[in-house]
């Protein structure tokens, strides 16, 4: 098993242009998360999926958008970035929303100039 | 919302036991502690978590005070693999799951 997965790794962008993060998970779980880490900071939610066909805003869902895709895969999309973006953003999945473990992908560096 | 407090960075030798300190003096009764670490920018790596009682696995041990209020994590016998940033997290349960909310962590560096 793959685990989490996220791509790309690395992105720079310009500020207002647009780009569609990506997550998958071969675990067959049903929830998904969205995360941001700032520098020197620890992790914020920015939106969720508990299962398939549904997402609900985290602690930080402002500039973002989501689209859980299939049981597999769930999306980040910034429509407009902004350099207030620039962060490491990380997936992560459990079994189900009351699971108690996450899985965490390896993150995507994202920097906004 | 319950949050933590934990030092910004702790020091612990090689071979000896680290014990990393965490206060949530706000915790409700119903919310869990857990501990995950992120070691070198990676993602976040699951430990342990507990309710009341104190709870051991492979990896470490949590010890919850009778009160709740505060916790500490151990890890028995600290190695430089454990070189990491320890994140103590207070799981607030909401209708459609659960959400988990990271604070600055503690910096173990472990020495040689």
């Known amino acids: 098993n793959a685990g989490v997965t996220q791509t790309p790794k690395f992105q720079v962008l310009k500020t207002g242009q647009s780009m569609t993060l990506q997550c998958a998970q071969d675990m067959n779980h049903n929830s998904m998360y969205w995360y941001r880490q700032d520098p020197g900071m620890g992790l914020r939610l920015i939106y969720y999926s508990a299962s398939e066909g549904t997402t609900d805003k985290g602690e930080v869902p402002n500039g973002y958008n989501v689209s859980r895709l299939n049981k597999r895969e769930f999306s980040l999309r910034l429509e407009s970035a902004a350099p207030s973006q620039t962060s490491v953003y990380f997936c992560?999945?459990?079994?189900?929303?009351?699971?108690?473990?996450?899985?965490f992908g390896p993150g995507t560096r994202l920097t906004v100039l | 919302d319950a949050k933590t407090t934990q030092p910004t960075s702790m020091d612990c030798a090689e071979g000896r036991a680290a014990n990393l300190p965490c206060n949530h003096s706000t915790i409700s009764g119903n919310e869990y502690v857990y501990w995950y670490r992120q070691i070198h920018s990676q993602g976040p790596q699951y430990i342990i978590h507990?309710?009341?009682n104190n709870e051991t696995n492979e990896m470490a041990s949590l010890i919850i005070t009778e009160d709740r209020k505060s916790s500490t994590l151990i890890l028995p016998h600290a190695t430089l693999r454990d070189t990491a940033v320890y994140y103590c997290?207070?799981?607030?349960?909401?209708?459609?799951?659960?959400?988990?909310?990271f604070g600055t962590g503690t910096s173990l560096t472990v020495i040689p």
């Open positions: 992560a999945s459990n079994l189900d929303r009351f699971y108690n473990e996450q899985f």
């Open positions: 997290i207070v799981r607030v349960p909401a209708n459609t799951g659960n959400q988990f909310y």
């Open positions: 507990g309710l009341k």
